[in-house]
């Protein structure tokens, strides 16, 4: 069954829609505590010269598959590899993806869920209720599930609408929403007694705190946040125009994924400092630490403790959906153009694949703790799996891929937009993305292993 693949209809449903993709949990849970691990300021400045320097060339690389092959990611690696063995890159892309969205959706769940307590104002009494809310839910035999489920259900309910009337418009609505809900909620954390310490922390570097171990996780870190290596971008590219220009579009997307991550640190470390408490707890961070950060600092203003409890539990509900939409298109283009299914059919089999992973995922770290492979839960497996492995290899073939493989010719008319763009940095990015980006994404692939 043929049928017409969709298109962005506007430059800025380009922009969200792609920014949308990259701007996650990660931003707003995974760089506040990473930052609080590894220094402040100075991580942050490592991570920003990460984007600019790798983060950027990574995208457009992977932009240059996706439009010029206006196909799902296998299709496309296949066609422009001719068929040969480099095109296992797009299905790892899909498998990759799959796997994600079936653990991410438990995490997902979990804010969904937290938002409705908060929304009750069972998180107003601070540390300790929340300490039993999580372990209360978390141990349920069917509450994780049931979550984990309707957040698939409800991506799966944007994704079949196609990719104008579904993804671009659930883009153009939720990401806007997500920055106002981010500037509400920074503006009243700064605004506590003693706040200025967290913003000082947050901007002014200490260079000491900077070694080996720190950059590598600022590269890595970048690398995750922009979605590379999960053929997010790939699948998202083949729906862009041909008038849309490649290096200014990363440039824009990863501008707005940093500026993300610099809000939400500037959302958790005031109030955090201002109770006296340093947000470096790593995945406890927003289901425990922060409920109570923000009770004690709100506790004169209980009423603007609940609202800014309630606000941060749908920014975070917001941040996750704009992901997993992403996600869920990369397998649903897949069987719909490989098996040459309707929109509607796809989806349906991409849900039931990653509810069935996002189910097992949720119930081994809950009700049943001997679901557990190579010695952790298959949820912790899953993202060993794809976090420490899948995603830096992808990037890594995928750098290759462009760099070596792919006919200079088709790269050169993909950045240049056919010669109607100057071209003035091809060459710089051609060897960035020949020689620089892929050692480096090889030590984050070695550190992650502890190799190096």
């Not at 470096?280 to 506790?299: E, M, N, R, Y």
Request: proline share 4%; with cysteine.
């Amino acid at each position: 069954m043929k049928q017409e693949r969709g298109h962005f209809g506007s430059r800025i449903g380009v922009i969200l829609a792609t920014a949308g993709s990259a701007v996650g949990l990660g931003n707003i849970w995974r760089f506040p505590y990473m930052t609080g691990q590894d220094g402040g300021a100075a991580f942050i400045l490592f991570y920003a010269l990460c984007v600019i320097l790798l983060g950027i060339p990574g995208m457009v690389a992977e932009f240059v598959v996706g439009r010029h092959s206006s196909a799902n990611a296998a299709k496309a690696y296949r066609s422009l590899s001719g068929g040969g063995p480099w095109a296992v890159i797009g299905y790892m892309g899909v498998f990759t993806s799959m796997i994600i969205l079936g653990f991410y959706a438990v995490v997902a769940g979990w804010c969904l869920h937290y938002l409705f307590v908060s929304v009750a104002g069972d998180l107003n009494e601070g540390g300790q209720s929340a300490q039993a809310v999580f372990q209360s839910f978390s141990g349920s035999s069917y509450l994780p599930v049931v979550f984990t489920a309707a957040f698939i259900l409800l991506t799966h309910a944007v994704v079949t609408q196609g990719v104008r009337k579904g993804i671009e418009r659930a883009s153009n609505l939720l990401m806007p929403a997500l920055f106002v809900l981010l500037i509400v909620i920074v503006i009243a954390s700064c605004s506590l007694p003693g706040s200025l310490a967290g913003v000082k922390f947050l901007f002014h570097p200490d260079f000491s705190k900077l070694n080996h171990s720190v950059t590598l996780d600022a590269l890595g870190q970048a690398f995750f946040s922009l979605s590379l290596g999960t053929a997010c971008l790939c699948t998202y590219a083949s729906y862009f125009s041909r008038q849309t220009n490649l290096l200014r579009s990363a440039t824009q997307i990863a501008g707005l994924d940093t500026l993300v991550a610099i809000l939400a640190g500037l959302m958790i470390f005031p109030a955090a400092f201002s109770v006296g408490v340093n947000p470096d707890s790593g995945p406890s961070l927003i289901f425990v630490t922060l409920p109570q950060v923000f009770a004690k600092a709100f506790s004169s203003l209980p009423v603007v403790g609940y609202v800014v409890s309630v606000l941060f539990y749908a920014l975070l509900v917001l941040a996750a959906l704009t992901s997993t939409i992403s996600m869920h298109e990369i397998g649903t283009s897949f069987f719909c153009e490989e098996l040459r299914l309707t929109r509607e059919k796809a989806a349906w089999i991409e849900t039931c694949c990653c509810v069935a992973i996002g189910v097992l995922c949720s119930l081994s770290v809950g009700a049943v703790p001997g679901l557990r492979l190579f010695g952790v839960s298959l949820m912790d497996c899953c993202d060993f799996l794809t976090s420490n492995i899948l995603l830096p290899l992808g990037s890594f073939l995928t750098c290759l891929f462009v760099g070596w493989v792919v006919p200079r010719r088709i790269v050169a008319d993909e950045f240049t937009n056919w010669h109607t763009l100057r071209g003035v940095f091809f060459g710089t990015w051609l060897f960035v993305i020949r020689f620089v980006c892929p050692l480096c994404i090889a030590a984050v692939f070695l550190h992650q292993l502890h190799i190096i």
